[in-house]
């Protein structure tokens, strides 16, 4: 209930501020010239000084220019849907203009700023840019408007105004159009459609300033709607890999805020927005994977944005792990995440040896998704590290994981999340991915439900959609969990209680009370590793290490290495070397059980 009135009357807050942009004139601070949009004249010439006398800057800027130059190879953008999206195209015609825009720029090779006109003079030939799915229209508007804008003076006359004309019409219009939907919603798509429409609107202001103060003023009031969900501690309700997403266009529209009209009306010190920089950092092992509950991958890749988060807080830590990332793809290792061109402009001020965090090892943060973390240590690559969350599944692309937990030990991911399977897979078999009701569609995905995560389930059963699961305690070495609403219906209680002790010993017990007596209930721990059992123990190995996990209660249970494949119906995806460590009990006739195993890699793999 304090979490409700807190957003409640921050929101009224808000809203009330915004109510204020009649005066003075939204455009009032407009800078006159072009660059105004992230990068301006002088922070060009910042750059190529930088660039200079930095050798770091100046790896980055060659390696960024040599993507720039495969740019010049591909085939031009055509118009191609894939399903009811565009959305590969105008992320791909994103990736051009900011390449070649940039590459112009630090070299003045002409040949760059040719080739991104030409891709924007072709996506400005669109005939819409597929405002039915407004992601896709936001990043095209996007990715013309930084073109225009970094190459205002040597791009033609008619080829500025076709591209105005294009960012009006199929952007800002479009958008202006929308008086619900994405507007008023408390998820990526407000900020991604914000943050492009937002550049669109100030890269033409002055010949389009009513089209560009309606924008804004919407804009001002109702991006307060998308950053909602960082409250109150920073955790992004959609998981690390939509933080990525939303939270790289909210930067993208703050920092262009501030060059193009001196202010980001105080939207970066939203509750929990900046905050959600070290929330990441938390939820992210020493195997460089994040826990990735939601619709979410859990692979090693470098992430330009955080660098954003650590210049303007002046907090290099932040990047500890981002920068080791950062100087591998230097040195020419095979690194996931292409570079930004705006990365270069985030290392002004940082230093260039990044010390690591200075953040809790037991770290937990509130909101829809909570999240509690315990780790051995920041710099040891074979640390122990123990996420897990509560929530419920009616999250925006959330799934039936309450309860569920990662686990990192020894330079290895014991128990895993398998991800979301690719949404054109399941749409186009013909099922409804998003709907999120009790029966509905996207529970027949077994990624999503609890039978594939490392969660309880109770009599064979999906989890409760409405229900909130709360991290009822937290302390050093020891977490609690409320299930019970997930479970509604079907017990009176059940708990989940984490323990983390001596030589990276982890224990998860579940206590069930007030349940039907042979309620079946089943506890699993999706993995990658090969599973051996005998009995009340298990043998995982894992990239030549060991986890043993053994059974504390109940004392007849035995482990099971059960399928981890989902069922063979055309449209779930195989989940390859995946494996399930399960447990199966059922409820005595006391109506209680105690569920308890512990899990610990051996004393010989885990001193270093």
């Given at each position: 209930?304090?979490?409700?009135t807190f957003?409640l009357?921050?929101l009224?807050?808000?809203?009330?501020s915004?109510?204020d942009?009649s005066?003075?004139?939204?455009?009032?601070?407009?800078?006159?010239e072009?660059?105004?949009?992230?990068?301006?004249?002088?922070a060009?010439n910042?750059?190529?000084?930088r660039r200079?006398n930095d050798?770091?800057v100046?790896a980055?800027?060659n390696?960024?220019?040599?993507?720039?130059?495969n740019v010049?190879?591909?085939?031009?953008?055509?118009y191609?849907?894939e399903?009811r999206?565009l959305?590969?195209?105008?992320?791909?015609?994103?990736?051009?203009v900011?390449?070649?825009s940039?590459?112009?720029?630090?070299?003045g090779?002409k040949?760059?700023?040719?080739?991104a006109?030409?891709d924007?003079?072709?996506?400005?030939?669109?005939?819409?840019?597929?405002?039915s799915?407004?992601?896709?229209?936001?990043?095209?508007?996007?990715?013309?408007a930084?073109g225009y804008?970094w190459?205002?003076?040597v791009?033609?006359?008619?080829?500025r105004?076709?591209?105005?004309?294009?960012i009006?019409?199929?952007?800002?219009?479009p958008?202006?159009?929308?008086?619900?939907?994405?507007?008023?919603g408390?998820?990526n798509?407000?900020?991604?459609?914000?943050g492009?429409?937002t550049?669109?609107?100030?890269?033409?202001?002055?010949?389009?300033?009513?089209?560009?103060?309606?924008l804004?003023?919407s804009?001002?009031?109702?991006?307060?709607?998308?950053?909602?969900?960082?409250v109150p501690?920073?955790?992004?309700?959609e998981g690390?890999?939509y933080?990525?997403y939303?939270?790289?266009?909210e930067?993208l529209?703050?920092?262009?805020?501030?060059?193009?009209?001196?202010?980001?009306?105080?939207?970066?010190?939203?509750?929990?927005?900046?905050?959600?920089?070290?929330?990441?950092?938390?939820?992210t092992?020493?195997?460089?994977r994040?826990?990735?509950?939601?619709?979410?991958?859990d692979?090693?890749a470098?992430?330009?944005?955080?660098f954003w988060?650590?210049?303007?807080?002046?907090?290099p830590?932040l990047?500890y792990f981002?920068n080791?990332?950062?100087?591998?793809?230097?040195?020419?290792?095979?690194?996931?995440?292409?570079l930004?061109?705006?990365l270069?402009?985030?290392l002004?001020?940082?230093?260039?040896?990044?010390?690591?965090?200075?953040?809790?090892?037991?770290?937990?943060?509130?909101?829809p998704?909570?999240?509690?973390?315990?780790?051995?240590?920041?710099?040891d690559?074979?640390?122990?590290?123990?996420?897990?969350?509560?929530?419920?599944?009616s999250?925006n692309?959330?799934?039936?994981?309450?309860?569920?937990?990662?686990?990192?030990?020894?330079?290895?991911?014991w128990?895993c999340?398998?991800?979301?399977?690719?949404?054109?897979?399941v749409?186009?078999?013909?099922?409804n991915?998003?709907d999120?009701?009790?029966?509905?569609d996207?529970?027949r995905i077994?990624?999503?439900?609890?039978f594939?995560?490392n969660?309880?389930?109770?009599?064979g059963?999906?989890?409760?959609?409405?229900?909130?699961?709360r991290?009822?305690s937290f302390?050093?070495?020891?977490?609690t969990?409320?299930l019970?609403?997930?479970?509604?219906?079907?017990?009176?209680?059940v708990v989940?209680?984490f323990?983390?002790?001596?030589?990276?010993?982890?224990?998860?017990?579940d206590?069930?009370?007030?349940?039907?007596?042979?309620l079946?209930?089943?506890?699993?721990?999706?993995?990658h590793a090969?599973?051996?059992?005998?009995?009340g123990?298990?043998t995982?190995?894992?990239?030549?290490k060991?986890?043993?996990?053994?059974?504390?209660s109940?004392?007849?249970?035995?482990f099971?290495?059960?399928?981890?494949?989902?069922?063979?119906?055309?449209?779930?995806?195989?989940?390859?070397g995946?494996?399930i460590?399960?447990?199966?009990?059922?409820?005595?006739?006391?109506?209680e059980?105690v569920?308890?195993i512990?899990?610990?890699?051996?004393?010989?793999?885990?001193?270093h």
């Open positions: 209930m304090k979490l409700k957003l009357v921050w009224a807050g808000g809203l009330a915004a109510a942009v005066s003075p004139d939204i455009l009032a601070g407009l800078r006159p072009h660059p105004r949009l992230i990068v301006t004249a002088a060009w910042d750059l190529q000084a200079t050798t770091e100046a980055i800027i390696l960024t220019v040599a993507q720039a130059r010049l190879k591909a085939p031009p953008l055509v191609k849907k399903g999206r959305l590969a195209v105008s992320r791909e015609a994103l990736e051009r900011e390449l070649c940039f590459a112009y720029r630090l070299t090779e040949v760059f700023a040719d080739r006109q030409q924007m003079l072709a996506a400005a030939a669109f005939a819409n840019w597929n405002p799915h407004f992601l896709d229209t936001a990043e095209m508007t996007a990715a013309l930084l804008d190459l205002f003076d791009l033609p006359a008619t080829t105004a076709t591209l105005r004309q294009a009006l019409e199929k952007g800002l219009q958008g202006l159009a929308v008086r619900n939907g994405w507007k008023v408390h998820n798509w407000n900020q991604v459609c914000f492009g429409l550049l669109g609107a100030l890269a033409i202001a002055e010949d389009q300033p009513d089209a560009a103060r309606e804004l003023t804009a001002r009031t109702n991006n307060l709607n998308g950053l909602m969900p960082y501690d920073g955790i992004y309700p690390p890999g933080w990525s939303g939270t790289t266009y930067v529209m703050l920092s262009a805020l501030q060059t193009a009209l001196g202010t980001d009306w105080d939207l970066s010190v939203s509750p929990g927005l900046l905050t959600s920089a070290a929330a990441l950092v938390e939820q092992g020493p195997t460089g994040p826990f990735n509950f939601s619709d979410g991958g692979g090693v470098l992430n330009s944005t955080l988060f650590a210049q303007k807080l002046r907090q830590e990047v981002q080791q990332l950062l100087q591998g793809k230097l040195a020419g290792q095979r690194v996931r995440g292409g930004s061109p705006l270069p402009l985030w002004a001020g940082l230093p260039k040896d990044i010390p690591p965090p200075a953040l809790p090892l037991a770290w937990q943060g509130e909101g998704n909570p999240v509690g973390v315990f780790r051995s240590s920041w710099t690559s074979n640390a122990l590290f123990l996420a897990f969350k509560g929530g419920a599944a999250n692309h959330g799934h039936m994981d309450a309860g569920s937990f990662v686990l990192d030990a020894d330079g290895v991911r128990a999340d398998l991800g979301a399977q690719e949404y054109l897979s749409e186009s078999k013909g099922w991915l998003w999120g009701a009790q029966g509905g996207r529970w077994y990624r999503l439900n609890n594939s995560h969660t309880l389930t109770l009599g059963k999906l989890h409760q959609v409405a229900g909130h699961a991290i009822t302390a050093t070495h020891s977490a969990v409320d019970t609403p997930v479970f509604a219906g079907q017990a009176r209680s989940r209680r323990t983390v002790g001596e030589n990276k010993t982890v224990q998860v017990r206590e069930i009370a007030g349940a039907k007596p042979d079946t209930v089943r506890w699993q721990m999706m993995t090969e599973i051996q059992t005998q009995g123990q298990a995982l190995r894992q990239d030549g060991v986890l043993v996990a053994k059974i504390l109940p004392a007849s249970a035995h099971e290495a059960v399928s981890a494949q989902p069922p063979d119906d055309g449209v779930n995806e195989p989940n390859r995946a494996h460590l399960a447990v199966n009990a059922s409820v005595p006739t006391s109506g059980l569920v308890e512990e899990l610990q890699p051996p004393p010989a793999t885990s001193s």
